[in-house]
């Protein structure tokens, strides 16, 4: 079993809908990230959180530690959204380990 | 505004081939990591550094070397290129302290025959 496991692997929705998925990990952290992959293969960081909440534009994260889940929230998706999310977790020593990722097509 | 460099972008090599993958970074960042992507898999560690002259082994670091003469550079080697090393790599960099968001370069794409 991965350390690190995100659901669901593959998400295609409509624009405009409300878009959730889950990372859940097996293991003490320090910190959770949340990042971006878009087609062209750049990885960008979205959210680094270690408790409670964070958000920044149509895009929320949560993190609940005694339960070891967190949640990426995209509210008003639209077609750019389009990504691969990859959940990676801080075991320490700044190394991470990632999940599989999950894959978002946005229809217009 | 560069952030974190790699080159080349794409590249073919023959089994047994050697080369080196080019990584830099211009944010005096102390950290800095290769990662290797594989299709439907998470991105795997193959060595990191914590400083110049201090390299580690991560999860996957059989068939590679690495270097950190400087805090700008981190060259990634394959000595003898083989199949299973057909991946998209990543180099990654970040700040000392904490729980420090990791910067990416664009990557890349290995492709050995």
């Known amino acids: 079993k991965n350390e690190v496991e995100q659901s669901p692997q593959n998400l295609t929705a409509q624009e405009g809908e409300f878009i959730t998925i889950n990372c859940s990990y097996s293991?003490?952290?320090?910190?959770l990230h949340w990042l971006q992959q878009h087609p062209g293969g750049g990885i960008v960081s979205l959210f680094m959180l270690s408790s409670g909440k964070k958000k920044h534009g149509r895009l929320i994260a949560t993190i609940n530690i005694q339960e070891k889940h967190s949640s990426l929230h995209i509210t008003a998706s639209h077609p750019r959204d389009s990504a691969v999310y990859i959940c990676?977790?801080?075991?320490?020593?700044?190394?991470?380990?990632f999940g599989q990722g999950t894959r978002l097509t946005i229809n217009p | 505004n560069a952030g974190v460099t790699q080159t080349p972008k794409f590249r073919i090599l023959k089994i047994g081939q050697s080369m080196t993958l080019q990584c830099a970074q211009d944010m005096n960042h102390n950290y800095m990591y290769w990662y290797r992507q594989d299709p439907g898999m998470g991105l795997k560690l193959i060595y990191y550094?914590?400083?110049?002259?201090?390299?580690d082994k991560g999860e996957v670091p059989n068939g590679y070397n690495v270097s950190r003469s400087t805090t700008e550079y981190f060259p990634l080697r394959l000595e003898l290129a083989a199949p299973s090393q057909t991946s998209v790599y990543f180099c990654?960099?970040?700040?000392?302290?904490?729980?420090?968001?990791?910067?990416f370069g664009d990557g890349t794409r290995l492709s050995i025959l």
């Open positions: 990676a977790v801080n075991r320490g020593a700044q190394k991470l380990v």
């Open positions: 990654a960099s970040s700040g000392q302290g904490r729980n420090q968001p990791q910067h």
């Open positions: 550094s914590v400083g110049a002259g201090i390299t």
């Open positions: 293991v003490g952290i320090s910190a």
